[in-house]
């Protein structure tokens, strides 16, 4: 019996930030806050939670290369780019549709792009080394 796909719900937002993070106001943070947390809570009681988090602001990133002799280390993010993660759910869900259906009410919580990629699997591994 194969075990329960597993997706990555990254949620991107905007690089610029106000006092609010990247809310226009802080009643408006306080509710995303509040949805944010009510979604996550049906992910768990429906089964689907396996880890979420929030990450501090992209600025706050190193960037580390470690592939030549020496290890390089860059202040910041690896890209500059307008939007940049924020956070993150961890999910498992019979399918793309069902992933795809709870990214859109993660998005509508949140208010942020959630971008939904599904994890690397045994059978997707074989299929890459099979001739």
Known sequence: MSAVPRYLLSVYGPAERTEFGTYPSQKA???AFADT???TERLQRDGHFVFADGLEPATTATTV???GEKSAFTDGPYLG???YLGGFWVIEAADLDVALALAAEGSKACRGTVEVRPFRTEESVRALLAP
């Open 81 to 83: 780019t307008k939007e």
């Open 37 to 39: 947390g009510a979604f």
């Open 65 to 67: 290369d470690g592939q």
């Open 29 to 31: 943070m306080l509710q």
